[in-house]
């Protein structure tokens, strides 16, 4: 089984810090997804990246970085962290970038900014 | 308007009835649906996909598809309330991308 594993699952910040959350699939999977979710918004895609080193934003990307150096690997960046971004994130991974593929997520980080 | 449409909820249906949940999308040429279960404090994990018109049945499972209305709805048969979870349907767009656009999802609850 595909296994997607998020570092923490959960982390407490103060606003202003810079704050890495981290990703790791094993599967050999060419996509990687960060979404935040947020009650009653739902899913929302920050960045994902389609190969080593690349990367495209997605709806909501302002306040955010990701970092992708390795196929197994990607982060997401914080840079100065506000209290808006307290919210679950989850990373997700994909095989091959077909229309019909599904996405396998990892168990969600819990952040908090104070 | 938001790409993909789900009632919000909660749906609070009796144990061993039909719970039916509902999609809405706007984009005509979408490609590929897809239900996500999410437990409450858990990740979403897909339970059904569906690609073409009609019906699509996995066991208690059946996802219906309606391009030229742009539904898409989950009927779960003999429910339990193990099945009581948040529902999110998402879909990819048309022009080749494959990044699903996910619904706000419906919270199911199934009462013994």
């Known amino acids: 089984d595909v296994k997607v594993t998020q570092s923490s699952r959960y982390l407490v910040k103060r606003t202003g810090e810079k704050v890495f959350l981290e990703c790791v699939q094993d599967m050999d999977h060419e996509n990687m997804f960060w979404y935040r979710q947020d009650p009653g918004l739902g899913l929302r895609l920050i960045y994902f990246s389609y190969d080593v080193k690349m990367k495209e934003k997605g709806d909501i990307p302002e306040g955010y970085s990701v970092s992708r150096e390795k196929k197994e690997r990607f982060s997401l960046i914080l840079e100065s962290a506000s209290t808006n971004q307290t919210s679950m994130y989850l990373c997700a991974s994909s095989l091959y970038g077909a229309t019909n593929e599904k996405l396998f997520f990892g168990s969600g980080t819990q952040l908090s900014v104070l | 308007q938001k790409e993909v449409e789900q009632n919000s909820g909660p749906l609070s249906v009796p144990e061993g009835a039909i719970a039916s949940l509902n999609c809405t999308y706007s984009?005509?040429?979408?490609?590929?649906f897809f239900w996500y279960r999410q437990y409450s404090g858990k990740s979403p994990e897909l339970i059904m996909s569906i690609y073409s018109n009609g019906d699509k049945e996995d066991g208690r499972f059946t996802a219906q598809l309606n391009k030229a209305s742009q539904y898409v709805s989950l009927l779960i048969r003999d429910s339990q309330p193990s099945d009581s979870a948040t529902y999110l349907c998402?879909?990819?767009?048309?022009?080749?991308?494959?990044?699903?656009?996910f619904g706000r999802g419906t919270s199911l609850i199934v009462h013994p």
């Open positions: 998402a879909r990819t767009p048309s022009g080749g991308s494959y990044i699903p656009t």
């Open positions: 984009d005509r040429g979408s490609q590929s």
